[in-house]
């Protein structure tokens, strides 16, 4: 949630929109909690965590980078950016695939780590040196949750043939061919049409939904074409109906 509000303040503030100081004094409390919420509730079970540890992760780095910098919210930014390594670790598979077993929850999760990487080499450069000095007693998980290490996060030179090979980053190599084989997982199991088969379970989930594919039809087709529907009568049978395409 905090992750869309802010991909949407963004869009907003990036086309000319100005939000007045009570709404931003709004939001900016609002995403913070967030980010004491997410810190203190976090989804992780050792051997056990999936899409939704992720999630936590892929959320509290875009709540850090856009929050202003102080020991903490720094703090929030160096544990999540060492989580996010270790997870693509733990659930992308050296070939890319995904360990879930689902080919919907497999672009899920390769979405999440696209953005969250996206923003982390687009942080300027004043905050990643911040990263490079992080007292790690300022972040309490909780019992039994991971921890922020003692040691700073190491950098790594960006892999090569990059066009920044002067920049610094806290991906290793192995990182970004991760990455490469992720997306080519997906190019390798979609169809002609531009759909992907459906194998394992899909709720849909979706980091972000910036283009949504629908299928347009009457209220009365729908009706008859999935049971769910069967005796929906809050609109006519005769007004656009639109279902997802969510593959």
């Known amino acids: 949630r905090a992750a869309n509000w802010l991909m949407a303040y963004d869009l907003f503030s990036y086309s000319g929109f100005m939000f007045d100081d009570t709404f931003e004094s709004v939001f900016v409390k609002s995403i913070y909690e967030d980010g004491v919420h997410i810190v203190n509730n976090l989804e992780w079970l050792n051997q056990q965590r999936g899409n ?7 959320g509290l780095i875009s709540i850090a980078v856009h929050l202003p910098s102080t020991s903490k919210t720094d703090a929030w930014l160096a544990f999540s950016i060492q989580e996010l390594v270790t997870e693509v670790k733990h659930q992308f598979y050296p070939d890319g695939g995904n360990f879930e077993g689902s080919t919907t929850y497999h672009r899920l999760s ?16 004043e905050r990643q040196d911040k990263l490079k000095i992080i007292d790690h007693k300022v972040l309490k998980t909780g019992w039994g949750k991971p921890k922020l290490n003692k040691f700073p996060l190491p950098y790594y030179s960006l892999p090569a043939g990059s066009n920044y090979r002067d920049m610094k980053s806290p991906f290793p190599d192995w990182y970004f061919e ?20 459906q194998i394992g379970d899909n709720d849909s989930g979706r980091f972000f939904k910036l283009s949504p594919k629908y299928e347009h039809m009457t209220v009365k087709q729908a009706r008859e074409t999935y049971a769910n529907l ?18």
């Open 52 to 58: 939704h540890y992720l999630a936590d992760i892929a």
């Open 110 to 125: 390769a979405e999440m780590i696209y953005f969250a990487t996206a923003l982390v080499l687009g942080m300027p450069k």
């Open 178 to 197: 991760r990455m490469e084989r992720m997306v080519e997982f997906i190019m390798d199991i979609t169809k002609p049409d531009g759909h992907i088969p």
């Open 230 to 247: 069967e005796g929906y009568a809050e609109l006519p049978d005769h007004d656009d109906y639109y279902v997802e395409d969510y593959l």
